[in-house]
């Protein structure tokens, strides 16, 4: 998993798990980048009917202290390149998670690129945790960390799956195949419509802003036409179809001229 921000590590407890669910974060769950703990400290979110919600709010320069507890003098080292990064509780004997991760520099103006983001793509923003495999546990979770109140609709994801593009095993989703359509626009604009994981279109948008140096950036637009599903749609410049092109099909995105019809592989 590539990010350019801190991750956002959140927690789901289900009420009367812990007598006292503050003081068992603080004491005994911890943050871990490569065996050392963090510096950083458990915040509740929100709450629902089932659980309470507590995310990981990380110390301003990433620091690194002594396992769990209150921090002593501690070295502040950056947290940049391939880690590992592991939520557990070492005194109770439990791995929460463990992801490996790299962190990248992050490029000036990307943030606006996502601003009206996820929106009704709110799904996709969420199975892409997991391509491979999400339960309906899972989602939820994932849901409530990325847009607390907003629940990701069943009957949308059966759609999606109905035009292929995800795939359902019982109660486990997953990505099934990502499509995008480059058209020219009468101005001489190239527009991408895509539908699929949107982790492919940041890979995408670092490589323009690198690349091709292209400091200003399209920003992605959710949409919807008749009865179709959301869909992603951003506007470039008509110079860089080509590269568009080699860069989704590089990265497994089936060009396409029309989002929802199945074509033969």
């Known amino acids: 998993m590539k990010l350019d921000h801190l991750p956002l590590i959140f927690l789901g407890i289900p009420f009367g798990y812990f007598s006292d669910v503050d003081f068992v974060l603080q004491r005994e769950i911890g943050v871990f980048v490569d065996e050392t703990c963090v510096a950083g400290r458990w915040q509740k979110s929100h709450e629902d009917e089932r659980r309470q919600f507590y995310s990981w709010r990380w110390d301003a320069d990433v620091a690194v202290q002594p396992p769990c507890g209150p921090p002593a003098n501690f070295e502040r080292t950056p947290f940049r390149g391939k880690r590992t990064l592991t939520v557990k509780a070492p005194g109770l004997?439990?791995?929460?998670e463990e992801r490996q991760l790299e962190l990248e520099n992050p490029k000036p103006g990307m943030d606006d690129c996502w601003k009206n983001l996820p929106g009704e793509f709110l799904p996709w923003f969420v199975l892409c945790q997991n391509p491979q495999r999400m339960m309906r546990s899972d989602i939820e979770h994932a849901e409530n960390a990325?847009?607390?109140?907003?629940?990701?609709?069943y009957d949308l994801l059966r759609k999606y799956a109905g035009l292929g593009l995800l795939k359902q095993q019982g109660h486990a989703w997953a990505i099934a195949e990502s499509r995008g359509v480059l058209s020219k626009?009468?101005?001489?604009?190239?527009?991408?419509q895509f539908c699929g994981n949107p982790c492919i279109l940041w890979g995408l948008f670092r490589l323009m802003h690198d690349r091709h140096r292209r400091s200003h950036l399209p920003v992605v637009e959710?949409?919807?036409?008749?009865?179709?599903?959301p869909f992603l749609s951003m506007r470039w410049e008509g110079e860089l179809q080509r590269n568009l092109r080699n860069y989704l099909e590089t990265h497994e995105v089936r060009i396409v001229p029309d989002l929802w019809r199945q074509h033969s592989k």
């Open 93 to 96: 004997g439990i791995c929460i």
């Open 146 to 153: 990325i847009w607390p109140g907003q629940e990701v609709r």
């Open 185 to 192: 626009l009468p101005g001489g604009e190239c527009q991408l």
């Open 222 to 229: 959710v949409e919807k036409s008749g009865g179709d599903p």
